[in-house]
């Protein structure tokens, strides 16, 4: 059984930074992409950042310049800088491998002053 553990939300000022990371344990025979998406209350969930088996890493339009994925074996990790209040949002971790998806239990991001 795969697993996904999210870490790093919290409470942060306008401007302010923040890292999430993601772990994924048990059997993981090959990994297409490793990606973060958010919901925010009352929408729907969208593609933040992903980064694939090779290291090319896309981005939303509106978290370019201010966000970073990067991954490291099957830790993926999301650093969040100039965050504004648009980017509140329950943030999650995906781990595509072409077969299904897996999904972390999500982790809060208010930014707020």
């Known amino acids: 059984q795969v697993q996904l553990v999210e870490s790093g939300g919290g409470l942060v000022q306008p401007g302010g930074s923040l890292r999430l990371s993601c772990a994924a344990s048990?059997?993981?025979?090959?990994?297409?992409?490793m990606n973060w998406y958010r919901q925010a209350p009352g929408k729907q969930r969208e593609l933040v950042a992903g980064?694939?088996?090779?290291?090319a890493t896309n981005y939303a339009e509106s978290v370019k310049g201010r966000f970073t994925i990067s991954r490291d074996n099957a830790k993926v990790f999301l650093q969040m800088n100039s965050l504004v209040p648009e980017d509140t949002a329950v943030y999650y971790c995906?781990?595509?491998?072409?077969?299904?998806?897996?999904w972390g239990q999500g982790t809060q991001v208010t930014v707020s002053s």
């Open positions: 995906n781990l595509d491998v072409y077969i299904r998806n897996y």
């Open positions: 048990g059997i993981i025979v090959s990994i297409n992409s």
């Open positions: 980064i694939t088996s090779s290291g």
